[in-house]
């Protein structure tokens, strides 16, 4: 399959550093109205990312044609809240919002240790809530970025996340699979790695599972560190609630003992996909894959 995701946030620094300006002072509700403007715009000049938004209710959930084009207008309505919300954490303005966590021990007990751990996100909700309540962390974090992704975005997450007694550390993924030996070089540390697991690009390896009743394929190569390694995972989502809610869930995902590598990995992979489905069957607007995921 052709990877259609080129793993950066869409905008050009200016806008970028705008938004962190406004953002470091205001609540990001105040620019919410002129999510009606931009959002016609966004649909017309990104067709690909139009067509996977339709795609997703139209295929994966059944919707009718013209349910599916609500469905896509208000995902991108709601896709700019959770971008504008991102931007005023990135900006250091979290206090205006209310997060609560749902199984959260799992996660704290795993700080507690000294073995390294990884976290599995997906493109739904917002996951940079839950950074913001892990910086009771004492153990460093390494996020996985893509090679791509603009110097703004991510100095600015840095910035917004570094603090004497908590550690950011960014794994670029490039041309090169130099990456791996800087994620097991971390876990072997002791640290946490966290990245999403759900979108497939620049070949990477994948595995296919049972997704919305589909045979669909997701990235391998993280749980296949896992299973290698012996680490604990976790998966950790965060979905945006009424006004300024985040409301968080953390699972841990299992494998057999007895079970081979490979059908080890596999058990990681479907745990994953069955939960990413579950949080977005809740949440419809919430799915920020925005291409056309159903045909992986």
């Not at 013209?66 to 990135?90: P, Q």
């Not at 205006?96 to 749902?102: A, L, P, V």
């Not at 390694?229 to 494998?255: H, N, W």
């Amino acid at each position: 399959m052709k990877a259609e995701w080129s793993g950066k946030t869409k905008g050009r620094n200016f806008g970028q550093k705008f938004l962190f300006r406004v953002l470091k002072k205001h609540d990001s509700r105040r620019l919410y109205p002129l999510l009606h403007l931009v959002t016609p715009f966004y649909i017309l000049f990104n067709p690909k990312a139009a067509r996977g938004s339709y795609s997703f209710y139209r295929r994966a959930l059944g919707f009718g044609k013209l349910k599916s084009l609500r469905y896509m207008r208000r995902n991108f309505l709601t896709f700019g809240k959770v971008i504008l919300d991102k931007f005023a954490i990135w900006a250091g303005n979290s206090r205006q919002f209310d997060i609560s966590f749902e199984n959260e021990e799992l996660f704290t007990e795993l700080t507690r240790s000294d073995k390294g751990f990884i976290v599995a996100s997906a493109h739904i909700g917002n996951f940079e809530m839950a950074a913001t309540t892990m910086q009771y962390c004492r153990k460093p974090i390494n996020i996985i970025f893509w090679g791509n992704e603009s110097e703004t975005i991510i100095n600015q997450r840095l910035a917004s996340f570094n603090k004497s007694d908590f550690h950011v550390n960014i794994i670029r993924i490039g041309n090169d699979l130099s990456y791996i030996f800087d994620i097991k070089n971390a876990l072997s540390r002791g640290e946490i790695v966290i990245t999403n697991c759900d979108r497939l690009a620049f070949g990477q390896r994948k595995t296919t599972v049972r997704f919305f009743d589909k045979e669909v394929s997701f990235p391998t190569g993280i749980f296949h560190i896992a299973v290698t390694l012996g680490v604990p995972m976790l998966f950790i989502s965060t979905l945006k609630g009424i006004k300024q809610r985040y409301d968080g869930f953390v699972a841990e995902l299992k494998c057999e003992e007895s079970a081979k590598h490979d059908e080890k990995t596999a058990q990681l992979v479907q745990q994953y996909a069955g939960l990413v489905e579950e949080k977005v069957r809740k949440e419809p607007l919430q799915w920020f894959n925005l291409y056309d995921f159903m045909k992986v």
